[in-house]
């Protein structure tokens, strides 16, 4: 699990643009970047896959570097110099975070009893969420529930949403433990 900022281009008029913890394969490059080291993974049609990879700073390091950006810039900006300008290269629309599509992991504890599968599938086809894999394991030998991990395919965040809420009025789901982006597959 990491903490991702990703961005994205969408078609041709679009960037999606999100901040979140997400799961990432374990051998993608990201997965190596461990302890105060930050990395920048790229990935494009004419370089392939790129990674800059170094230490991070602390937050007094970048509290002091993100205040001489703006002291630099406003120097500028009263000596009557050009400022911070606009880029005229990235004027595309940030899409909201409901369109933005991804793959996620749902776990749930559910009752253990016949029937209660069928019920959680339809939940998902009746949103047009395809499950990609489906993982059940006991809670504990007592108990008369099981924990269920699904991995969806891609699907968009407010498809997401309908499905939890769904998920939480149903009787046969005792709770949702966590949800969670997948993202490097």
């Known amino acids: 699990m990491k903490l991702l900022a990703v961005c994205e281009r969408v078609g041709d008029e679009a960037i999606a643009a999100r901040v979140h913890p997400t799961l990432i394969p374990i ?3 990201l997965a190596s970047v461990r302890g105060a080291f930050n990395a920048v993974f790229v ?11 170094g230490a991070g700073a602390g937050g007094i390091e970048t509290a002091s570097a993100v205040l001489g950006d703006v002291v630099m810039a406003a120097k500028r900006h009263l000596g009557g110099g050009s ?7 990235a004027d595309l629309t940030i ?4 369109d933005i599509v991804t793959r996620y992991q749902i776990s749930m504890e559910v009752r253990d009893q016949s029937g209660v599968l069928a019920v959680i599938a339809s939940m998902f086809a009746d949103l047009d969420i395809s499950v990609e894999t489906l993982e059940q394991s006991p809670v504990d ?9 699904i991995i969806t395919h891609e699907t968009s965040e407010r498809s997401l949403k309908k499905l939890m809420e769904k998920l939480n009025s149903k009787d046969e789901v005792v709770e949702i433990k966590g949800q969670i982006r997948v993202e490097g597959v």
């Open 95 to 98: 899409m909201p975070i409901d």
């Open 43 to 53: 990935e494009s049609e004419a370089s392939g896959e790129l990674m800059f990879y």
């Open 83 to 89: 400022g911070m300008n606009e880029s005229s290269h």
């Open 27 to 29: 051998d993608h490059p």
């Open 141 to 149: 030998t007592d108990a008369d529930t099981v924990m269920l991990t």
